[in-house]
């Protein structure tokens, strides 16, 4: 009898899938349970759950405190959820992303995360039409030039010098480069016309890691001659939701390429 009931009927091993069942029990909005809770959530025994969160809790996938005893997630979880998000590749969770934003705008799209004071691409996507612009993967820019870089400047904290020094050799006017920070906080994205590349229009919207630390940029650019100001705006309000997307995704913001 006891082997029968160590075999689930589809032959998993029934305790691992019990335990597993208990972590699962657990959300966001339900970060602690009693035991009688997670007794109606599981569909368990009272003697057979304590068992499991007895193991559970040896091994830290759970902590208990207070009386009556409440029980949440223990850090053995969080060591799983750190290596599992580390082993994500930015540029395959920000594929969904990017292909949004080529269909919205029709436009060359890319990925940026910060290098120093730098920029660097990790991924781009051409836009399908004839007359388009592209830089390719492993371009890399100072980060107070063009729309791409400043949209991660204006999140970055700097330090007194910090900017004169970013901007050294660049030949911006940092007077005009504090100004086009500002209005990159006041609305979520940066614009650039005829900066790095004459005749074309430049749009980015920042992401950020889990701490909210901004962890790069998504931009468009385009020819002027098919663009406008006004476009470029919408172009940056859609990019905002998608960049909102891509910092909620796991390991999305975690700076990986």
Known sequence: ?????EKSADGGVRAVERALDVLSAFSAEDGELLVAELVRRVGLSRPTLYRLLHTLEKKGYVVASGEPQRFRLGPAVARLSHVWSSSLDLTEIARPVMLDARGYTSETVALFVPRGDMRLCVAEMQSPQPLSFRRGVGYSEKLVRGASGRAILAFTPLADGQLEAFAAGTGVDLEWVRAEIGLTRERGYALGHNELIRGAYAVAAPFF??????????GAFGP????????VHEFGQHLRTLTARLTEAPGGGSGSA
């Open 209 to 218: 890691d889990r701490q909210g630390h901004v962890a790069g940029s998504l």
């Open 1 to 5: 009898m006891a082997q029968e009931e």
């Open 224 to 231: 002027d001659v098919r663009l406008t100001e006004r476009r």
